[in-house]
């Protein structure tokens, strides 16, 4: 029986089941981390990140301008402004170079964003927010099975988020995880889960009564969502071949064409491992990245932009700050970049019509 109806079949459709402890131990292994809990979604594990962090109005929390709204919106709605920082032009990751000048009396955290699942200089990061005494958050939602180092990305932070949306490559529809590298924080984590009652506590018989304790909201998925999830995560090494197989297609295949054509393909540092979770060519400008959407569209090949800076969005304006340098990097970046199809079912004749229909494009 597939998990799914075994999962129905169960009768047991409420979080916290069978199948959530099953997904759960799968990540906590991954990752090497004492506590995974799933989520509704990555955005969700991130708010709980700002209610664990205790943030208060005005307080401050140094992230890249070129990362998905979630990053930034979880830490806004605890009244925290989001500090935006700028991106290394080679991984476009946030640049490890600038987070410290934004750090103020006021600095609670540094998010970090691994893009496409390439890790930022988690050694630098890590040193600076250990001496001015902030703490590190990873929004990993890209970097499940990378690493730096030989490290796992998500095993940094000492909080981590996952994203199980559909577009990652686990997925579950919609669903998240938070990973906690602290323990000290896996008590309060679960109550804040919980509606911010000891209700876990209470069906592990710790507790004859569960109560109201804390702040906090309703972030456990159904277990019929963590039975696909099991599913997708005891097949990852599969879903992970696969991928691979695009991204270095597409890499090889269009690396003579990129170079004479003053297109940037990936960086990928030797001390990092991805897991291929997107793959883009960065455009010389913004005519070509909109020509280039185009003549893919005509070829039926879809083809996107990505992230468009969080710093000039208005409620990046409303509700946060930009680095006193500015973001000309991630401004940059957000005109150029394209994405080409990748995902696991993606076969070897379409991953070769794609690249056809790239070389077919002439720069302008
Ligand atoms: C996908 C994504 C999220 C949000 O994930 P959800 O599970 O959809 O909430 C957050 N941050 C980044 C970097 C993402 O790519």
Not at 281 to 302: F, K, M, T, Y
């Amino acid at each position: 029986m597939g998990y799914l109806a075994e999962a129905l079949s169960q009768g047991f459709t409420s979080g916290d089941g069978p199948f959530t402890r099953r997904a759960s131990g799968i990540l906590r292994e991954m990752l090497g981390a004492g506590t995974a809990l799933l989520t509704t979604s990555c955005t969700h594990a991130l708010e709980m990140t700002a209610i664990l962090l205790d943030l208060q109005p005005g307080d401050e929390v140094i992230m890249p301008s070129f990362t998905f709204v979630s990053t930034a919106n979880a830490f806004a709605l605890r009244g925290a402004v989001p500090v935006f920082a700028d991106c290394r032009p080679d991984t476009l990751n946030v640049d490890e170079r600038l987070i410290e000048a934004e750090i103020t009396p006021r600095t609670k955290a540094i998010v970090v964003v691994h893009y496409a699942g390439v890790s930022c200089r988690m050694d630098a990061i890590t040193e600076i927010a250990g001496r001015h005494g902030v703490a590190v958050v990873e929004d990993n939602a890209h970097g499940l099975g990378g690493s730096y180092r030989g490290r796992p990305l998500g095993s940094f932070g000492r909080m981590a988020t996952q994203s199980f949306h559909a577009t990652k490559n686990v997925q579950c529809g919609e669903g998240g995880a938070l990973v906690l590298n602290d323990p000290d924080l896996a008590a309060r984590a679960e109550i804040i889960r919980e509606k911010g009652t000891n209700r876990s506590q209470f069906f592990r018989g710790q507790t004859d009564k569960y109560r109201w304790l804390d702040i906090g909201s309703s972030y456990l998925p159904s277990d019929i969502l963590a039975a696909q999830l099991t599913a997708q995560l005891e097949e990852f090494d599969t879903i992970q071949l696969r991928r691979h197989a695009v991204w270095n297609a597409y890499h090889k295949g269009l690396a003579d064409w990129a170079a004479s054509n003053e297109v940037s393909q990936p960086v990928v540092p030797d001390d990092c491992a991805h897991p291929a979770h997107l793959y883009y060519l960065l455009l010389p400008d913004l005519r070509n990245q909109q020509a280039l959407i185009a003549h893919l569209a005509e070829h039926g090949v879809q083809a996107t932009f990505h992230y468009q800076p969080l710093h000039t969005a208005p409620a990046g304006l409303r509700y946060g700050r930009p680095a006193a340098a500015g973001c000309p990097t991630t401004e940059k970046v957000a005109d150029r970049l394209v994405r080409l199809p990748l995902f696991a079912g993606l076969s070897e004749t379409d991953t070769a019509r794609v690249i056809e229909a790239v070389l077919s494009y002439e720069v302008i």
